[in-house]
């Protein structure tokens, strides 16, 4: 997959997947696999550093779990998130944060929201960038939207989202992440633009969907939203993993003589 596959997927009404990915293990797993896209999310905050939040995510901590993903990756087509307010300042400071990702290993940045965004978005396209809109809940901005909620519901909130979404199609960006919005409001704006749409907790007529490693994995016990579907058991099966160890150091089953060196 490569940039322009984004376009040609949809043209071709083939589903594009994205999983987010943290580390190198785990980017080695998803490299084999027949995933499109890796996304280093700045869910890496919550899901690697138990922030309860993603603003506790920082240019440092996307670099370093960029670079590490970049090294197990293969050829898969990886995606940063340009972490809290590292595009909200001067467009000097902003150019400088979206090119220390992209020099960490990412193909495509992603970023949050649409008002403020658009001469950034046109400037890092125009300057070989290519880049990701995220509408509907964007946790960047939390406080501003009361709390982790459900957007788009009532008519105006929708028209807003989706004029948002024209707009940054219009500024240049290659695809849209909406995630947590009506699934009717997605189908609608997945008809509407030019451009796929990959969604997270946006119904079945986005042109993509993307899941979190941990949720799709079940290995987060403590957090369950609706929209999550665990393709695994994680937590469990690692759990049982660990106790078959310890009983096995406890009976003396392991190690065994397969796992010993002899002399000779
Ligand atoms: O950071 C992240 O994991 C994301 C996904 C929820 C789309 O932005």
Redesign the pocket.
């Known amino acids: 997959m490569n940039v322009l596959d984004f376009s040609k997927k949809k043209q071709m009404g083939q589903k594009i997947s994205m999983v987010?990915c943290y580390d190198y293990t785990s980017a080695r797993i998803l490299s084999g696999s027949n995933v499109d896209c890796l996304?280093v999310?700045?869910?890496v905050a919550m899901t690697m550093h138990g922030h309860k939040n993603?603003l506790a995510a920082t240019m440092d901590m996307m670099c370093l779990h960029t670079e590490a993903v970049s090294r197990g990756a293969g050829d898969k087509f990886i995606v940063s998130?340009l972490p809290f307010l590292s595009y909200r300042q001067s467009l000097s400071k902003n150019v400088a944060a979206a090119g220390a990702l992209m020099q960490a290993g990412a193909h495509a940045l992603?970023l949050e929201s649409a008002d403020g965004n658009f001469k950034l978005i046109r400037h890092l396209t125009e300057s070989g960038i290519p880049v990701i809109g995220?509408l509907g809940l964007t946790l960047q901005l939390m406080h501003s939207l009361g709390g982790f909620k459900v957007q788009g519901k009532t008519a105006e909130s929708a028209e807003r989202i989706k004029e948002d979404a024209l707009k940054l199609q219009a500024a240049g960006c290659v695809a849209l992440?909406l995630?947590c919005v009506p699934s009717p409001l997605a189908a609608d704006i997945t008809q509407v633009l030019s451009i796929p749409t990959i969604g997270?907790g946006a119904g079945a007529k986005t042109d993509g969907q993307?899941l979190?490693w941990q949720d799709l994995l079940g290995l987060n016990i403590d957090f369950k939203p609706k929209f999550v579907k665990q393709f695994m058991s994680g937590y469990e099966d690692i759990t049982q993993s660990i106790e078959s160890f310890v009983n096995a150091i406890q009976s003396g089953g392991f190690p065994s003589d397969e796992h010993c060196y002899e002399n000779k």
Do not use: F, P, Q, R
Request: aromatic letters at 0%; zero cysteines; a negative charge.
């Open positions: 987010t996304l999310g700045d869910s993603t998130d992603k995220h992440v995630e997270i993307v979190v």
